[in-house]
């Protein structure tokens, strides 16, 4: 593999409003320092990709932007969203977990009925009320373009579904809580091509309302639907601009050979 | 010898091995079956044990291996769901639970007997619990504890990973995702292992000869106060269980027919044993299925 300076780098400033913002965040495992300093800041009603080779910490570094990696990792520095550090140990993380959704590489809705799937997680933030909840169940599976698919069989076990129509559930289930922000682990890297692109329109439209930051390892998918793009590489946060300089222009030697194939 | 060759070898091994098991199996149980079905009668079921004579029955013997069952299951199910959630879904791997692992699976191969002989020492004498029910469900319990937990813990950790951070990414707290996403998952493998261990306490004696005692006093059955000294339902009183009965029945028994009674009766045990398996499974699905939602 070739050696690049990883102290260089080029981190942009965006115009926009900010979503997130990491500031000098380290990831350890152990021994092992898995993200080092991570300074950058996401937009808001952006898609962010993240993209990097295996193992270069991009998924690392998303699971810590919703304290997914508690009890996994060692995470220090701030992760600021609306003006509060969300990584401080005060902070309580089963409401960071209600503002900033997740969605995992492999669909895991729960052993429930497709109703329950939506329903379940809205009781427990306290809704109570039959009609919001139904009102929320279909907004949100609208939301993630299963509606018309499942508006008939509500009541049945979410396993039945398909793959994709499992993902797109899960992405319903999120978006039922009205997070801001919206988290996606490589959310089509398991489907086929129909369902990625069914995936790729709904979040074309999410983006309206969310904040949505995906780790993908699909260039053509990462320059397809994504507003700003953050190459990672070992751990470092190499390069982070707007997509369409990201891939035309990039300022960085190791972008430029990874986005065009002559990386490793 | 080619591929295709060795498969069909090892197939035949393997069927054969499995016919084996199965032989093994049917022989058992055809034979108990076989014996002691035919003297299996309403009369049988329903009638007190005779000391002397012939002609006794095993009503109270039937009814105490139930209770003790039930009494058992009561006591022995909230300790073992309450270790087996910790086990798998709290407790992070140090040299602390290895210990709790260690120590479950020594006291899992404990033999039954000396479970008894602890019970008797421990609750008959020295806390002053007699020859009771409550002695034998205790010991019961510690007899059956370890596989339960064991049994639940692995039944928690067969439910993949995705789901508990599903839950956690939807704010869930651990205790909510373990008890309403994690646990409905497991149910199934939990009962089957529930329907093992009540199969073992049922065809229990050894640990119970010595904690519930071998005599069945006589009881009414009509009497509900569970403090009186008669009712069936007191915990206190002495119990000869169905499996003890056919211990006894064998070893010391001066009754003129103890070979039709214990034929009968070991008969008895594994009909009730086979009848909680089907029911209990059928039970599971069904609600496996409600909670689900598959049909």
């Known amino acids: ?264 | 010898m080619n591929a295709k060759k060795w498969d069909h070898v090892a197939s035949g091994v393997i069927y054969t091995l499995v016919a084996a098991v199965i032989l093994i199996l049917v022989a058992i149980l055809g034979y108990i079956l076989f014996n002691g079905v035919p003297d299996i009668s309403w009369h049988f079921l329903t009638s007190p044990a005779q000391s002397f004579s012939a002609g006794g029955g095993i009503r109270d013997q039937l009814f105490n291996s139930l209770y003790l069952l039930v009494l058992t299951i009561i006591v022995s199910l909230p300790i073992g769901l309450g270790a087996g959630i910790y086990l798998s879904e709290y407790a992070s791997d140090n040299w602390f639970t290895d210990l709790i692992r260690t120590s479950v699976e020594v006291l899992s191969s404990l033999p039954s007997v000396v479970v008894g002989l602890f019970g008797y020492l421990l609750f008959v004498i020295k806390l002053n619990l007699g020859f009771s029910i409550l002695s034998g469900a205790i010991a019961l319990t510690f007899f059956n504890l370890p596989l339960l937990t064991r049994n639940i813990e692995e039944s928690l950790r067969s439910v993949p990973n995705l789901q508990r951070e599903a839950g956690m990414s939807l704010g869930l707290s651990n205790w909510k995702t373990t008890t309403k996403i994690i646990l409905p998952a497991a149910l199934p493998g939990i009962l089957t292992g529930l329907i093992l261990s009540a199969g073992r306490i049922f065809g229990e004696a050894a640990a119970l000869i010595y904690t519930a005692g071998q005599s069945a006093p006589t009881v009414d059955y009509s009497n509900w106060n569970v403090f009186s000294a008669t009712s069936f339902l007191n915990p206190m009183r002495p119990a000869e269980t169905l499996a003890v009965h056919i211990w006894k029945v064998n070893t010391e028994s001066v009754t003129p027919d103890a070979n039709l009674i214990s034929s009968a009766s070991s008969a008895v045990l594994i009909i009730v044993i086979l009848i909680f398996n089907l029911g209990a499974r059928f039970l599971g699905n069904k609600l496996y299925k409600k909670i689900t939602a598959t049909k």
């Open chain 1, 1 to 264: 593999m070739k050696e690049y300076n990883l102290n260089e780098s080029y981190i942009t400033d965006i115009p926009e409003k900010k979503a997130l913002s990491t500031k000098n965040l380290q990831v350890y495992y152990g021994d092992n320092h898995a993200i080092f300093d991570a300074n950058m800041d996401f937009p808001r009603y952006k898609i962010t990709a993240l993209i990097g080779a295996s193992g270069c910490g991009k998924s690392t570094f998303l699971r810590c932007l919703n304290r997914m990696n508690d009890k996994v990792a060692r995470v220090d520095g701030n992760i600021m969203y609306r003006n509060v550090d969300i990584n401080s140990p005060k902070i309580n993380v089963y409401e960071v977990r209600q503002h900033i959704g997740m969605v995992f590489q492999r669909p895991n809705p729960f052993a429930k009925s497709i109703r329950e799937n939506i329903i379940f997680p809205l009781r427990n933030t306290g809704i109570k009320s039959n009609d919001e909840l139904e009102e929320r169940l279909e907004q949100s599976l609208r939301g993630a373009a299963l509606w018309d698919e499942v508006k008939d069989d509500l009541n049945k076990s979410a396993l039945a579904l398909s793959g994709g129509q499992q993902q797109r559930l899960c992405i319903a289930r999120s978006i039922a809580m009205h997070p801001d922000v919206l988290l996606l682990d490589e959310p089509a890297s398991a489907l086929d091509p129909i369902s990625t692109s069914k995936i790729e329109e709904t979040l074309q439209i999410l983006k309206k309302d969310y904040s949505i930051i995906i780790v993908t390892h699909n260039l053509q998918q990462a320059s397809r639907i994504s507003d700003y793009t953050a190459f990672l590489h070992l751990g470092h946060i190499v390069e982070y601009n707007s997509t369409a300089n990201v891939f035309t222009k990039p300022k960085m030697q190791a972008t430029d050979d990874y986005v065009s194939g002559n990386f490793g």
